[in-house]
């Protein structure tokens, strides 16, 4: 009995025994498989490489992309209001994370860079008209652009209706030389056709008349045909002041003070002339001008007297001056304003069509500005990338002048706007977006 009842207690104690560790047993299978399983939730993976995983956030070491939580099969992605804008079509908006930026209002300082050309001033042009209808005897200019000085002769001429007023003097001072009021009168008559007091004394001492009556030039300068200085003149103030042949070397033809361009004249003796036509310009270039062309909007803030760097090729250094005129005129469908300088040329430094580049320096107004990497050209406007929401909107706008690396804003956004910072960096966005203003 003794031993039965020995048996019983051994056999509960085992039984009790193999129950505590079957129970100890399963609690460490569990804690086994809830860490299974908390260590699968928090697994990262690579949104682009899918066999990156990491069991802590990091960065992936093939692209650098952020690694994401690894989602559990069956979870789903519910859209909540803040993520409406990614079912946006795709060419309305670009999901980005880049740097972004805000205007700025400021004023900055301009720097306007043009070219011109350098011309005859026209102040400094004097004609030589024919003040007396008749043939030419005597022809002294041989060529366009040859030197003349004051007091040169430049042609004679045979004038019928001259040589009747000198016969009409010499009549009255051989009949009628006490009629004083009637002689002067004729003198008078022959000074008004060109005749000059020196010339009228000589005819009243010798009592013979003059039958080929010189002209001469009142200044001294650079002679040339009307057509000629017409032409010239055109050229110079065209929008192209040089052309080129084809080898692209400069064909314009300019006078200079030491090899003047000897174009031959089309005037020849023998040939007749009108009272009151112009047949000779005289060009003086002690005094010439340099004018430059520039648009209407680079050109808003240029005033009289502001300075100006000009610069010529390498054998002339760069010189300072100021802004003498300034005049606005519509060309070719577009506004621009045309600035003038006045350069003094006594020794003959500066040639008529001569390239100039000038630079000028002026202070903006107020306005808004952005830098120039922040918008994008595409021919027809200009955008920059506007951020609402975490996606980024193009956006229109009109482009005023440029200061460095900054642009001026004149419409399209405020400064209360976020903007990309590099619109290049959504370059391959760019070619399916949409601008909607």
């Given at each position: 009995?003794v031993?039965?009842?020995?048996?019983l207690?051994?056999t509960?104690r085992?039984?009790?025994v193999?129950?505590?560790?079957?129970?100890?047993?399963l609690?460490?299978?569990?804690?086994?498989?809830?860490?299974?399983?908390?260590a699968?939730a928090?697994e990262?993976?690579?949104?682009?490489?899918p066999?990156?995983?990491?069991?802590?956030p990091?960065q992936?070491?093939v692209c650098g992309m952020?690694l994401v939580?690894?989602g559990?099969?069956?979870?789903?992605?519910?859209?909540?209001?803040e993520?409406n804008?990614?079912?946006?079509?795709?060419n309305?908006?670009?999901?980005g994370?880049?740097?972004?930026i805000?205007p700025?209002?400021?004023s900055?300082?301009?720097?306007t860079?043009?070219?011109?050309?350098?011309?005859?001033?026209?102040?400094?042009i004097?004609?030589v008209?024919?003040?007396?209808?008749?043939?030419i005897?005597?022809?002294m200019?041989?060529y366009n652009?040859?030197p003349i000085q004051?007091?040169?002769?430049?042609l004679?001429?045979?004038?019928p209706?001259?040589?009747?007023?000198q016969?009409?003097l010499?009549?009255?001072q051989k009949?009628?030389?006490e009629?004083?009021?009637?002689i002067?009168s004729?003198?008078?008559k022959?000074?008004?056709?060109?005749?000059?007091?020196?010339?009228?004394?000589?005819?009243?001492?010798?009592?013979k008349e003059?039958?080929?009556?010189?002209?001469?030039?009142?200044?001294s300068?650079?002679?040339?045909?009307?057509?000629a200085f017409?032409?010239?003149a055109?050229?110079?103030?065209?929008?192209?002041?040089?052309?080129?042949d084809?080898?692209g070397?400069?064909?314009?033809?300019?006078?200079?003070?030491d090899?003047?361009?000897?174009?031959e004249?089309?005037?020849?003796?023998?040939m007749?002339v009108?009272?009151?036509?112009?047949?000779?310009n005289?060009v003086?270039?002690?005094q010439?001008w340099?004018?430059?062309?520039i648009?209407q909007?680079?050109a808003?803030?240029?005033?009289?007297?502001?300075?100006?760097?000009?610069?010529?090729d390498s054998?002339?250094k760069?010189?300072?001056?100021?802004?003498?005129?300034i005049?606005?005129?519509?060309?070719?469908?577009e506004?621009?304003v045309q600035?003038?300088?006045?350069l003094?040329?006594?020794?003959r430094?500066y040639?008529?069509g001569q390239?100039?580049?000038?630079?000028?320096?002026?202070?903006?107004?107020k306005?808004l500005?952005i830098p120039?990497r922040?918008s994008?050209?595409l021919?027809?406007?200009?955008?920059v990338?506007?951020?609402?929401?975490g996606?980024y909107r193009?956006?229109?706008i009109t482009?005023g002048?440029?200061?460095?690396?900054w642009?001026?804003?004149?419409?399209g956004?405020?400064?209360?706007?976020?903007?990309?910072?590099d619109a290049?960096f959504?370059m391959?966005?760019?070619?399916?977006i949409?601008v909607?203003?």
């Open positions: 009995m031993t039965h009842t020995l048996q207690t051994i509960s085992f039984s009790f193999y129950c505590l560790l079957s129970i100890v047993s609690l460490a299978l569990s804690a086994c498989s809830n860490k299974n399983d908390h699968h928090q990262y993976i690579c949104p682009m490489h066999t990156v995983l990491q069991d802590k990091g992936c070491p952020d939580l690894k559990k099969v069956g979870d789903e992605v519910k859209i909540t209001p993520l804008y990614l079912l946006k079509p795709t309305v908006s670009v999901v994370s880049i740097k972004v805000t700025i209002i400021k900055a300082s301009i720097k860079e043009t070219s011109g050309v350098i011309t005859y001033d026209t102040r400094r004097t004609a008209p024919i003040r007396f209808g008749g043939r005897e005597k022809l200019i041989k652009f040859q004051k007091g040169d002769r430049i004679e001429i045979y004038s209706e001259l040589l009747t007023a016969r009409d010499l009549y009255l009949s009628d030389a009629n004083v009021q009637l002067e004729a003198k008078e022959l000074k008004l056709m060109g005749v000059t007091d020196q010339q009228i004394a000589q005819i009243t001492s010798s009592k003059i039958y080929s009556l010189p002209v001469y030039s009142s200044v300068g650079y002679i040339m045909e009307e057509s017409r032409a010239s055109q050229s110079t103030t065209s929008s192209s002041p040089a052309s080129s084809m080898n070397e400069s064909t314009m033809q300019t006078p200079s003070s090899k003047p361009i000897q174009t004249i089309q005037i020849r003796e023998g007749y009108t009272s009151g036509q112009t047949i000779f005289v003086n270039t002690e010439v340099v004018e430059f062309e648009l909007g680079d808003k803030e240029i005033k009289l007297n502001d300075p100006i760097s000009l610069s010529f054998s002339q760069e010189i300072q001056s100021t802004i003498s005129f005049q606005p005129f519509y060309q070719e469908g506004s621009f600035v003038r300088v006045y003094s040329n006594p020794q430094t040639q008529i390239l100039v580049k000038g630079q000028l320096k002026t202070e903006s107004a306005s500005w120039i922040a994008m050209d021919g027809m406007q200009k955008i990338f506007t951020k609402r929401n996606t193009p956006q229109s482009s002048q440029t200061s460095g690396d642009m001026e804003v004149i419409s956004i405020v400064e209360q706007d976020s903007i990309a910072y290049q959504l391959d966005s760019e070619s399916f949409k909607k203003n």
